[in-house]
């Protein structure tokens, strides 16, 4: 059974609809990075999986009707969104003690044991934690919890490079056991493709590609051209050419290895590169490395 089985979901707001039509099939024990512009649906759509808002359409969540099963639910899902909903008043320790109250599947000590690689004490109040010392308690709390499916809203919004690599270093050694599904969005998804499994990219309220990334890497390359071969580059149609550090960069669909290995520098598009490329940067809120 699928952990996410979507057919026609669709979410509108008044006369805005924000999410159209959607189908998507998410196995379990898979990591999957939900990829696309601000506005384009994504929150919508977690917000539908995890109960938060009703919509149309078939939608089933580790088997539950999200909407009309929620409390049962969310005894096997944990959310994280880009908002601290910890109370500024509370200490750790509270946190923890609320935690243990009200989910029945919250190990304690295994919180502790992930507190104790922090510098966050048990008597700070939440208010007087950093944002990124707030998102190591939200995490430990979350990693405690013996849940099947994890849905991540942009965990590390507004976190340094360190906290948000931190972040998805414990995620990965000291939460994901591979059978367990993971559901991230991002700004940053160059900081996590390669934790990746699945790639969906979602614009306009629509899914535009949904891929495995071994079936992505196989699929993309981008070529560095040598100066000589520009022409010849040019000529097999590239999806989209830029200019890197004074050099022509083809980024290629379906093109045969040794063909482009003889262009020049061959390597595997980021997928934030791959999103522009397909769908255009105006007004993406994506920003494709150099």
Request: net charge neutral; glycine share 8%; with cysteine.
């Amino acid at each position: 059974m699928s952990c996410i089985e979507a057919r026609g979901l669709t979410k509108a707001y008044g006369k805005q609809v924000a999410v159209k039509g959607i189908d998507l099939s998410v196995e379990r024990g898979r990591i999957v990075g939900l990829i696309g512009p601000n506005g384009a649906g994504k929150t919508t759509a977690l917000k539908a999986m995890l109960g938060l808002t009703p919509f149309q359409g078939n939608l089933k969540v580790l088997g539950r009707d999200p909407w009309s099963e929620r409390d049962l639910l969310m005894q096997d899902v944990c959310f994280i969104a880009d908002v601290a909903v910890l109370p500024r008043w509370l200490k750790v320790s509270q946190a923890l003690d609320f935690v243990a109250g009200v989910h029945p599947r919250f190990d304690r000590a295994k919180a502790e044991r992930f507190l104790a690689r922090t510098v966050i004490k048990r008597g700070s109040k939440v208010g007087a934690l950093s944002k990124g010392m707030v998102a190591q308690l939200h995490l430990a709390l979350v990693m405690a919890i013996e849940a099947k499916l994890l849905v991540l809203d942009e965990p590390t919004l507004g976190l340094d490079i360190l906290f948000r690599k931190q972040f998805y270093d414990s995620l990965i050694n000291d939460y994901y056991d591979g059978d367990r599904t993971i559901v991230i969005t991002t700004h940053h998804a160059e900081e996590i493709e390669h934790i990746l499994t699945d790639v969906v990219f979602i614009n306009d309220g629509r899914i535009a590609l949904n891929a495995t990334m071994d079936a992505l890497q196989a699929r993309y390359t981008e070529v560095r051209v040598d100066p000589a071969h520009v022409e010849r580059a040019r000529a097999l149609g590239p999806l989209r050419e830029r200019q890197v550090f004074g050099r022509s960069t083809l980024l290629f669909d379906g093109i045969d290895a040794a063909t482009l290995e003889s262009l020049g520098e061959v390597r595997t598009p980021g997928i934030t590169d791959l999103f522009v490329a397909l769908l255009g940067n105006s007004g993406t809120g994506l920003e494709a490395n150099p």
